[in-house]
């Protein structure tokens, strides 16, 4: 089986690296793969557009970058004869509409905007393409607009971070936030909910791992404003992960209403560190309160600081999501059965639209 994987980022973001299991999986099914991104066959200039609501120059950028990016797909499915075309985001999948051949769309975020919503609906409906989304909560706008010949939900799949047994009884415990560093991610209400910890419990330690990727430094610099004379640190980009999640004590993850599921979380399961989350976009469905994880009662910054003096206080159920968290792992979020489900579902698409006529023929024919 012969699939082309088509990607608007270069940079090692959530779906990126869950680009990358899958491909690691393809390939050690025998199948033949090729990758296109641009830093790799894609316009370099489809990686710049900005994140969320697009500008001016964006928008008018967009199409001829879609007409180059086909263009160059298309020279690929023929060159190599693809049996699939897996889009990993919503900028390639117009291209990957236009270039021809079979279409997998994987939705790794919320489509949050409408003309977002309009042009991935138009895209799947006249390629009769499959959706994969990672969870329930980015499913949810593909359904109402019934473009989909199928949309499945199959939930990411982590490495082992390795667990890392922890007593956490000392009164110096570090609070930490990792990812990418962007609004969305609510670095912001980090920082804002440290400074309340910070009087109460002047011990505490606070860290950020992460960079600004696909996005200017302005907002990483609203963030350092606002931590001045906190006993924070700002570490950068961590590779591996679990450095960073056995360093910290408690992970902060207050993420914005359009998170889909950030990759952290299971993450921070398999390596055993209590998560404080907001109980934002897909989080809820994928997390149970309390016994894997503490929910905040809202999504600011005071109700994350209470999550964390509740913490604080209670060492015990620390230890108690710390365990819990790793058995739900193991028994949900295992990077073998993230790889195992997309592969096994692309071969079934490649199979059943090898007995479907292409959409474009179709369409050509009843013009004809």
Known sequence: MRVLFADQYAQPGGAQLCLREVMEEARGRGWETHLMTPAS???????????????????????????????????????????LVYANGPRVLPA?????????????????????????????????????????FVAGPLRKMRCAAEIRVIYNGIADQTFFARSFASPALTIGIVGRIAPEKGHLD???????????????????????????DRYECEVRRAAFGLNLEFKGWTEPIAEALHSIDILAVPSASIESLPRVIPEALSAG?????????????????????????????????????????????MRWLAVNGRLEWERRFRLE????????????????????????????GERA
């Open 96 to 136: 990957a509409a236009l270039a021809g051949g079979p279409l997998l769309f994987h939705a790794h975020s919320y489509l949050g905007t409408a003309y977002a919503r309009a042009i991935a609906g138009r895209c799947i409906r006249a390629r009769r393409a499959t959706v994969f989304a990672a969870s329930n």
């Open 41 to 83: 066959g894609l316009p370099e200039s489809m990686a710049a557009y900005g994140n969320g609501s697009k500008s001016v120059r964006d928008l008018l950028a967009f199409g001829p970058d879609t007409i180059r990016a086909a263009l160059a797909m298309r020279r690929v499915i023929r060159r190599h004869q693809i049996d």
């Open 337 to 364: 059965r993230f790889q195992r489900e997309v592969c096994d579902a692309l071969q079934q698409v490649v199979e059943r639209s090898a007995d479907l006529p292409d959409p474009a023929h179709a369409v050509a």
């Open 273 to 317: 560190t209590p998560v404080v989350a907001y109980a934002s976009g897909g989080i809820p469905e994928l997390m149970r309160p309390r016994q894997t994880c503490l929910l905040t009662a809202a999504p600011d910054s005071e109700a994350l600081a209470s999550a964390f003096r509740e913490l604080l206080r209670d060492r015990q159920k």
């Open 190 to 216: 980090f920082v804002r909910a440290a400074h309340g910890i910070a009087a109460a419990y002047p011990a505490t330690r606070f860290v950020v791992y992460g960079a600004p990727l696909f996005s200017g």
